[in-house]
């Protein structure tokens, strides 16, 4: 049996990419569906020895990234940017100015030179490498935004629900929900289900294999169960093309908002106003520039590096006083000590994805927040980082032990490839080798399946090489059984030819004629190989019945025999002497064809006793050449005359054009033997030399020359007389 298709498609392929392959049974093998993950090494988490410290200008936070379900094209993690720390500066602190509210009772000089010292301490966010990562980072998580709107909700084994019941849990989010808040729901339905949906495609094809075993090619068409799942999906997908086009155009919106709250923080640095409700405009612009969301990422760099440029020149005029940076740092050693604690917390979270994936939103919130006093810094920070190192550790670990694993699994894989390409080499000379192989194979396909997937980079290649295999054996075996086939074909109708011929003869009453027929027939039967298996017994029972009833029939009548012999005699010797009694009349035609009449009737009358079969022909013959010694017919006209009247006994025969054309070839080859001859003599006769001797001898080879001739041209008249009688 062979499986279709096995087209050039792997079953991991999305059921909505399915449609484009259908052959190979063979194409019925599919490709399989192996889920890949990206490495560490293309996808780290955050590097903490490379991340920023709270020197730089809160930008010590990596971009939100997680190993996750990919909806729309593939299913395979997402790419992590790692954050790179730059060189920490001495006593420099790169973070947003959230300084503090100056007193009013301080002195002119006192202001003057703490602001001086503020902008001695600050260095402006103006670094292309450390923006630019930045906005990476905001920009890689664009695709994960929609995540944030996810309600937290029970835990769901979709591998325990049936494929209907999949689908009716993505009609029910796809219909009744915004389509930002059911991106996770909707990837693991999707993996149940293809998973579940390839299981049931191998279960019929299976069974498919099991019913038909000589089956050219098995084709798996979509249920409607798998229908309903593309037309949601399809849905979900267009739904989903709509809100993403939306965020871009909230993002333009977003753009101008931003470029609105420079034109204000422009306006506040050169407004005149007091200290205090400058300060107050100055932090309702900050939260106004947090709020506003983000932006395309053509923007983003230059954007940012704008609002820093105004910060900065914001605290070079109104040189917030230290006791509010103070309380302002104290608020945020708070928030960064919460944090600390959150992240250490997520060092027992069970998953390793989820673990990351919070830790991200972390270092979201560390990034927001404002600087900590110089003496609890480092400690924090490292604090921090720690928590970080080991969840980054954890999922390191993770992705080898899944790299060790889809290694492992490249071996076994390798391992099946051989044993195919083993089969694959084996000489398959009848049915019962290519049956033998053929189980082989799909015993290793079965292995292959319980096998899970190899390095993302080999797996396409190892799949492909099997595949090849399996391909090249079902097309050799296809090919095979075509042949048998066609061959088979050819056996049924030659055997049924046979049952024709059969049929012919059975009613025959020429005994010995019909019994060679059938013998021969039979032995023809035996040299013609096997038919098709419905038709086998039905034309040998055909076969059959024809010969048993001649055989019975022949039994029958050989069991009278003497009587019929006896009646036979009496009849032949009636009608010589009716032959002996004929007198002609005028027309000699009509005298002609009586004689004719005459011969017909005695090639009618059967079988007469054996002793008396010699006496009774020759007496016949003497009385019919008598009769035509009288009429003055030549011997050639009689030859002919003959030779006519025997083939119109043999007309009626069963097996006359077998007759005929054995005899058709027969004088074809006696008259070429002739021609040949009278050739030669020809020839030899410009031989001869002249002399009384010669022209003796050249006198004989001329009559038996022109004897010949004339033999010639009766037998041209014999063979046109027999395609006349063909035509």
Known sequence: METKNLNNQNPDEKIENQEENTTKKQEAITKEPENQIDSPETAEAIQMEEMPSEDTTNTETTTETEAEIEIVNEISPEEIIESIEPQKEDKAVIEDKVA????TDLAADE??????????EVVPVSSDEETHEEHEEDHEEDDDHEEDHEEETETIDYDSLSRDALVDMLEELVNNNEVNTIKKK???IKVAFLKQNKEEQEKRLETQLSEDEDAEEVEVTKDEVEIRFNAAFGIYKEK????IAQQEELKIENLNKKKLILEELKALIESEESLKKTYDEFRNLQEKWKEAGMVPKAEANNLWQNYHFLVEKFFDKVKINRELRDLDMKKNLESKIELCEKAEE???ENSVIKSFKQLQLLHNQWKEIGPVPDDKKDELWDRFRNATDQINQRRRDHYNQLKEEQTKNLAAKTVLCEKAEEVLARENENIKDWNENTQQISELLKVWKTIGPAPRVQNDEIWDRFKNSMDTFFAGKKEFFKEIKDEQQNNFNLKLDLCTQAESIKDSSDWK?????????????KKIGPVPRKHSDKIWKRFRAACDEFFKR???????IKQHEADNQKQKEDLIQKVKDFSFGKDKNANLETLKEFQREWMEIGHVPFKEKDRLQNEFRNAINSHFDQLKINRAEMQTMNFKQRFEGVKEKPNANRIINNELNFLHNKRKKLEDDVKLW????GFLASSKKADLLKLEFEKKIDKVKEEIKLITEKIKFLERETE
Do not use: H, S
Not at 100 to 103: H, R, V, W, Y
Not at 513 to 525: P, R
Not at 682 to 685: A, G, I, S
């Open 240 to 243: 989903r093309t709509a809100w």
């Open 682 to 685: 020809e020839n030899n006769l």
């Open 186 to 188: 909707v990837a693991l």
């Open 111 to 120: 202001l003057v030179e703490e602001a001086n010292q503020e902008k001695n």
């Open 513 to 525: 004629q019909a019994t060679n027929d059938l013998i021969n027939l039979q032995k023809e039967w």
């Open 554 to 560: 022949k039994a029958d009548f050989f069991g009278n």
């Open 346 to 348: 997520l060092i027992l």
């Open 100 to 103: 503090d509210e100056p007193a």
